[in-house]
């Protein structure tokens, strides 16, 4: 039963999923704004409301421009609903008793899980909205489009934080965690899935076949529920009240990146070395010979 739960959460197959997705996020999004650039309540409203929506839905209003797609923020009246509703709740209720309630453990925890599953479902969209579109012109050099279908979901949820940071805000510290998060799960989703006839398909879904056997679930299904897992696990560890916003679920690369940094500088370093001790030395071959010839003229002027 629990299992069962579990599955059909992480899979979005429950009642009102769609509905809890949305307000979810919108909440987070309002929060996120009041917690923050508007938490001395300075902010004009609509500074405040706008700034809200594009922290939750940036994504949802901007990527689907990239493949002629209409927003789902024109088309589906539920999400700027929900940033309404989210908005007035945490800014305009007496005694400030939403934003209260709102920060309270089991809604904060609530809130993000609930982001957390409408992006899982929107990374895994985003890569069959791009492959659809792209599959039958695939490169030369592949048989599946490769980089359309991972890119157009890996930059869904980096949209807000362009447009709330500008270009260099967000990148400025390397590459930012929605990023990281987008690529691996969608090329993840992309090859088991799509990847039908290609060499790196055909080898993760040997190699995972037997996980997916042992638990009873097709391909799709496997991998929703280990995507929607992976988030939902990295992003509660980053929840103050565990790990902390300073818990990275792809820390490993960081340190590996700063090893090979590190290995890379220190030949030139050597080289460096090298080259600063074989010019004092070649200076001071070159000050012992002036000498020696100064010797010899003054001992010529002499016996003269």
Not at 147 to 173: Q, R, T
Not at 242 to 271: M, Q, W, Y
Request: aromatic share 12%.
């Amino acid at each position: 039963m629990v299992l069962e739960a579990a599955f059909a959460f992480l899979t979005g197959n429950f009642p009102f999923s769609v509905e809890l997705q949305s307000i979810c996020m919108a909440l987070q999004g309002a929060m996120i704004i009041r917690s923050g650039v508007n938490k001395d309540g300075t902010m004009a409203w609509f500074h405040a409301f706008a700034r809200g929506v594009i922290i939750s839905y940036g994504g949802a209003l901007f990527t689907p421009l990239w493949m002629a797609r209409p927003t789902p923020m024109l088309t589906n009246d539920l999400n700027m609903a929900s940033c309404i509703l989210a908005y007035v709740l945490v800014n305009c209720t007496p005694s400030d008793l939403g934003y209260s309630m709102a920060s309270l453990f089991p809604i904060r925890l609530l809130t993000v899980m609930g982001s957390q599953l409408f992006r899982t479902m929107g990374i895994l969209k985003f890569v069959q909205i791009a492959y659809t579109a792209l599959k039958d012109s695939p490169s030369d050099y592949y048989p599946t489009p490769i980089f359309g279908p991972i890119l157009n979901a890996a930059v869904l949820g980096n949209m807000g934080s362009f447009f709330a940071l500008g270009f260099d805000g967000h990148l400025k510290n390397g590459m930012p965690l929605p990023f990281q998060n987008g690529l691996f799960i969608a090329s993840l989703y992309h090859f088991t899935i799509n990847d039908k006839d290609g060499p790196i398909g055909v080898l993760l879904r040997s190699a995972l076949e037997p996980v997916f056997a042992s638990f009873g679930l097709s391909h799709q299904e496997a991998i929703t529920v280990f995507a929607s897992l992976f988030m939902q696990t990295w992003a509660i560890l980053k929840m103050p009240d565990f790990i902390g916003p300073s818990f990275d679920p792809f820390g490993f690369l960081s340190i590996a990146t700063h090893i090979l940094s590190r290995e890379v500088k220190r030949p030139v370093k050597v080289n460096l070395e090298i080259s600063a001790s074989a010019n004092n030395s070649q200076a001071t071959n070159n000050s012992e010979k002036k000498k020696k010839r100064k010797k010899k003229n003054n001992s010529k002027k002499k016996k003269d």
